[in-house]
């Protein structure tokens, strides 16, 4: 039995899809292997697929994006589902109304799944823990806490470029403190094996804690990249940094930035990533974003099938959905094997 009652149901299945550091492997392989399905379907000239035909999906997007929310919305609409984009600016919540009265109204136009943003670390969980039984929360990304679909994406694709990850040296370069992807990529890649897990940054954009993820650090990202299968570029997150981490971001790119000189010392096969937004001359040159070891749009593709995959694994886990599976046969067979045992 899983020891995260939150995100799993009383029967050990996936319901909510919130942060990956207390999931089980198993969880994380059956995702990957139903993304792998759902790419079959993003490449049909009618990409759908009847899975959450008559569910609701709203996104709930607190901060800006534009990879997460609009990949969630294809995901949901090539799932067959409705999709719901509130727009938190002309919402009643500039007027007052709370984060709870906002997600109860949504509950009451009989929303089945929110996709949430929200600055604040533990928002989604505080989500989870007080909508009805019948609703699915998806983490879209939750202050510097956690951005569990990223990081799935991002396994994604280092699987399908890789093969496994038990030889892997996979480098993550740039602001490890202020990122939920970094906190993401890490837990993911230790619960699936990796061999050694690299992060590269000046003090000050490291947590104090940084030893305890279970990952080497190094200062000099030329050290860290020697040998590296896998590295992946952060930007700079000013939004979250109070006062002045590094002297400027010309000092970062002149120190840390991935540039074609400095990306020769990885392994000549090694593939570039990044979560985007990219900050080209800050973090990464614009010759390696664009380059051939480059897969940083993959990823963005890949991203769909991901998010595909993590709703229909989630909403087959529901009360809801529970029910009717005993009530009109086992609906989760439509999803295959995709019902997050874990
Ligand atoms: N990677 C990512 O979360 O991008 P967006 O902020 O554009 O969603």
């Known amino acids: 039995m899983s020891s995260d009652p939150l995100q799993y149901n009383a029967e050990g299945k996936l319901r909510h899809f919130l942060s990956l550091d207390t999931l089980q492997r198993d969880t994380l392989i059956n995702i990957l292997d139903t993304a792998e399905n759902f790419t079959s379907v993003n490449d049909k000239a009618i990409k759908k697929a009847p899975l959450l035909r008559g ?8 901060e800006n994006s534009t990879r997460t929310r609009t990949t969630f919305e294809l995901a949901a609409k090539r799932l067959s589902a409705d999709v719901l984009n509130v727009n938190l600016v002309t919402s009643s919540t500039t007027k007052g109304e709370s984060l709870l009265d906002t997600l109860r ?8 799944m929110f996709i949430v943003r929200h600055g604040d670390s533990g928002a989604a969980h505080f989500i989870a823990s007080h ?3 019948h609703i699915s929360v998806i983490n879209g990304g939750d202050g510097q806490h956690s951005h569990p679909t990223q990081g799935m994406l991002d396994m994604f694709t280092i699987r399908r470029c890789k093969g496994s ?6 480098v993550i370069i740039g602001d490890i403190l202020h990122s ?6 890490i837990a993911a890649l230790r619960i699936l094996g990796t061999r050694e897990i690299r992060v590269a940054a000046p003090r000050t954009l490291l947590p104090a804690d940084v030893e305890s993820l279970g990952v080497s650090v190094f200062h000099r990202v030329e050290d860290a990249l020697d040998g590296a299968d896998v590295v992946i570029g952060l930007r700079l997150q000013n939004e979250r940094m109070q006062g002045a981490t ?5 000092e970062f790119y002149y120190t840390y930035g991935l540039t074609p000189e400095r990306l020769r010392i990885a392994k000549p096969d090694a593939i570039v990533m990044h979560p985007g937004p990219t900050n080209r001359g800050v973090e990464i040159e614009a010759g390696v974003a664009d380059g051939q070891q480059s897969v940083i749009l993959h990823q963005v593709t890949y991203g769909i099938a991901v998010r595909m995959a993590v709703m229909a694994i989630t909403m087959s886990n529901t009360t809801d959905a529970t029910n009717r599976q005993t009530e009109s046969g086992d609906a989760a067979a439509t999803v295959g094997n995709q019902t997050g045992n874990p």
């Open 55 to 62: 569910k609701t999906v709203a996104n709930i997007f607190f």
């Open 105 to 112: 109204n949504l509950e009451a136009m009989q929303c089945d």
């Open 180 to 185: 939920r992807v970094a906190r993401s990529d």
């Open 165 to 170: 990850f038990d030889n892997l040296v996979v």
């Open 246 to 250: 590094i002297p400027s971001s010309d």
């Open 131 to 133: 909508v009805a039984d």
